[in-house]
């Protein structure tokens, strides 16, 4: 059953009818107690389903006013499943950072499924309220693309989007510009989605980028553009350009520019106004912390900040006015792209992860590396973000694995304890990972919706992580489907 069925249910829905005086039947005993058997299998299946239920609606109703939803490994830890299910109780929905490089897969009531790249996941909640925010980086050629996309899919987006008039516009000549960096860095590459994010927050932070707003302005456009494009030529030299195709990109802007007016929105404004007016706000996280521009494994990282401080540069909104914020992390480790990856599984253990979990990136389709779950690095992100709660997802990956390892600890050649997660890249090439081996389980744990009815083994783990951590795990998931989550 559906999360949003669990959330709408009446309790006088599980009252059973008021029984009517019969004559005794002059039925044997043996099948009068068998009667009373299926009755009362049938009142503990029912509240079975109701403790499920109240554990669902209890933590949906105790979030607070402002939450954040925010990954906490290298990206694709399911982020976009959770703020689906939580928008139901949200009224805005907003993305902080980031841009399409960000891939979510989440799935409607019916089973359908949608990637979103800019779009946030709270769109198939007919009454939520979506915002792109400041922080982000906007293409619109895969906005619309997007856009036409679900409404072809029966998702309304009219009047439920908001791009903000101060996000920096991705042209495809940023796309370009990537590849030609990536070629450029050859052996050393970053592993990019080629999406243009980077040049786009370069542009950016050298200040001479342009910003939605700027579509207001027609008339100089095409002078800034010009001024974008005459850099990137002066800097690659594979890459050209001329006076006709400055003059179609400003002509093909100019009907962009038309399109977008109605979205175009100071959401500055609108996202504090609507805390004032007591509106619940859900922001939603992209990429994730392990890929933060300063806290992430740089130089393999992502151009923004995709931890709990990018949540106020990226919408505006004060420190004080955020309350929960909950991290998203894969009951395994995965990672997309260059970079350290302590506790990757290189053998047949990892391509097991890889094929039962579905690896491959929602934005590129590229194969996911995958590892054991690196507790360091899991609490090393706690520290950052102050994470009220987690997510635990893909919890039904590990099923039929006789034993499943956390990385606790790391510990330099020479056996000397490594107290965080180094910035060091050097350092963390050679660090050796201690792991603690936990025994798996066999049973098929995807239809299971109540915590207790886990296998002790796969309890012990998920509480394991928690004693790890310091931080409660209150959401499992143990499948794609929106009903597929247990509240803990």
């Known amino acids: ?27 044997p005993r043996l099948r009068l107690r068998r009667v009373v058997v299926l009755r009362a299998a049938s009142v503990s299946a029912v509240a079975e389903e109701s403790s499920a239920a109240a554990a669902a609606r209890g933590r949906l109703e105790s979030l607070s006013q402002v939450a954040g939803v925010l990954g906490t490994q290298w990206g694709d830890e399911g982020k976009g499943k959770l703020v689906d299910i939580l928008a139901q109780r949200f009224d805005v929905v907003a993305r902080c950072q980031g841009g399409a490089n960000a891939g979510h897969t989440i799935y409607n009531s019916e089973g359908k499924k949608f990637s979103l790249h800019l ?24 906005f619309f693309k997007e856009i036409d996309g679900l409404e072809s899919n029966g998702v309304s987006c009219k009047g439920r989007i908001l791009v903000s008039d101060r996000a920096h516009l991705l042209f495809d000549f940023h796309q370009v510009v990537d590849g030609l960096r990536e070629v450029e860095l050859g052996n050393s590459f970053i592993g990019t989605t080629k999406r243009g994010i980077g040049p786009c927050y370069s542009n950016k932070v050298i200040r001479n980028g342009l910003r939605v707003s700027d579509l207001r302005h027609m008339d100089t456009f095409g002078a800034k553009l ?38 175009i929105t100071d959401t500055v404004h609108f996202m504090n106004e609507s805390i004032l007016q007591k509106k619940k706000i859900l922001v939603e996280g992209g990429q994730a912390t392990m890929l933060d521009i300063d806290f992430g494994t740089y130089p393999f990282v992502t151009s923004s900040s995709p931890s709990a401080g990018g949540i106020c540069t990226g919408l505006g909104i004060a420190p004080r006015t955020l309350g929960d914020i909950i991290g998203v992390v894969k009951a395994y480790t995965t990672r997309v792209g260059s970079g350290p990856f302590p506790t990757e599984l290189l053998g047949k253990t990892g391509d097991l992860l890889r094929a039962s979990g579905m690896e ?3 934005t590129t389709g590229r194969p996911r590396r995958c590892g054991w779950l690196d507790i360091v690095a899991l609490r090393y992100c706690c520290q950052i973000n102050g994470f009220s709660s987690l997510n635990l997802t893909k919890l039904d990956v590990l099923t039929g694995l006789k034993e499943i ?3 606790t600890s790391y510990c330099t050649e020479d056996g000397k304890a490594i107290d965080s997660f180094p910035a060091d890249l050097d350092l963390l090439e050679q660090t050796k990972v201690k792991y603690e081996a936990l025994p798996g389980w066999e049973e098929d744990i995807s239809s299971v919706r109540d915590y207790d009815d886990l296998p002790e083994t796969a309890r012990l783990y998920v509480e394991r992580i928690e004693e790890l951590v310091g931080i409660p795990v209150h959401y499992i998931g143990v499948g794609p489907g929106r009903d597929a989550l247990i509240y803990k």
């Open 1 to 27: 059953m559906p999360v949003s069925a669990f959330l709408s249910l009446d309790p006088a829905a599980y009252l059973l009818p008021a029984a009517r005086p019969r004559p005794r039947p002059p039925a």
């Open 226 to 263: 010009n001024t974008l494009l005459k850099d990137a030529a002066t800097r690659f030299k594979g890459f050209e350009y001329s006076s006709k195709t400055l003059k179609e990109e400003v002509e093909k802007y100019e009907r962009f520019a038309e399109r977008l007016g109605p979205y």
């Open 360 to 362: 491959f990136g929602t």
């Open 405 to 407: 390892k956390l990385g």
């Open 119 to 142: 779009v946030p996941s709270g769109i198939l909640n007919e009454n939520t309220q979506c915002v792109i925010g400041n922080g982000a980086v906007v293409h619109l050629p895969g």
